[in-house]
């Protein structure tokens, strides 16, 4: 037996909520829209990452061929496919932009195995000696830098015109 229904469905009363108007009050405080803006000085600082990064591993890139040895493992690659590896990290901006500091790397050893320290610390022992290297880690743990916004633009002004000499220079 099929069910009919005899009387309608009661309706119920659909109550509007009235819509919120928006605040049209010209004295209202308005919201601040709070965007991080990089300061000029940050800017600086990464420009110079970049040009000081090109260097490093132009510096370290055989002539015409380009290619370059990551100083922990040994592997060539191209200049271009390589890192710059600070040894001291690169949170010391003492270090940070410090040519005896940074040398050429692959991606896995500056990434997967952060760095990989105890051969970039024989290489560098092996390289500059181990006075060198252990004031260069004493500095790491001491030193304190603040750069002015001049002093980044005269170093990336050097690294730029650097770069272009040595890419004359090497050929590439
Ligand atoms: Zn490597």
Redesign the pocket.
Known sequence: MALTRRTPLKRTPFKRKPIAKKETDPDAPKKKVVRKKKSDKRKLIEKLDKIFSIYIRLRDAMPHSGYVK?I????ILHWKESQACHYIGRANMALRFSEVNVHA??M???VFLHG?MLAYRRWMVKQYGEKIVDNLELRGNIEVKKWSEWELEETIKYYTALVEKIKSDKGL
């Open positions: 990551c922990t493992c040994g592997k790397g692959c896995p050893c500056n990989n």
